[in-house]
């Protein structure tokens, strides 16, 4: 199945940045479907299929995530966090999760937003995790 339009704009939103991992990362997303998505009522979790032969990022430790952007949504009260997770390289799964909130039943119009609006925190720690300046 395709990713929803929450989905990618969050993914598109953490992939920003000049960074080369980022920017493997970001090719990722070109044919990227979602092998299964579960709702638990306050969130989801996505677990991602990139294509054959997609080039993994040189990211040297097997799994990282991150997750520095929120989602502003009508109808829920508080915002919207997200988690990537990378594996070997590659997009493995988005989770989404609300604050004491249920998880809307549409979400069609909505804002994604940097928890804070300089990344280098963010960025930096994921440069770190992998070794990488």
């Given at each position: 199945?395709?990713?929803?339009?929450?989905?990618l704009a969050?993914?598109?939103?953490?992939l920003q940045g000049n960074h080369p991992i980022l920017s493997a990362l970001r090719a990722q997303l070109q044919g990227l479907l979602v092998k299964?998505?579960?709702?638990?009522?306050?969130?989801?979790?996505?677990?991602?299929?990139?294509?054959?032969?997609?080039?993994?990022?040189?990211v040297p430790l097997e799994t990282i995530s991150f997750g520095d952007v929120i989602a502003i949504v009508d109808?829920?009260?508080?915002?919207?966090?997200?988690?990537?997770?990378?594996k070997h390289g590659l997009l493995h799964d988005l989770e989404g999760y609300t604050f004491n909130d249920p998880w809307p039943d549409d979400i069609i119009e909505?804002?994604?937003?940097?928890?804070n609006s300089d990344r280098s925190s963010e960025l930096n720690m994921i440069c770190v995790a992998c070794q990488l300046t």
């Open positions: 199945m395709y990713p929803t339009a929450l989905e969050v993914l598109e939103k953490l299964e998505r579960e709702y638990s009522g306050v969130g989801f979790f996505s677990e991602l299929a990139v294509l054959a032969g997609a080039l993994p990022a040189a109808g829920v009260d508080n915002d919207i966090g997200f988690l990537l997770t990378i909505f804002e994604i937003k940097y928890i």
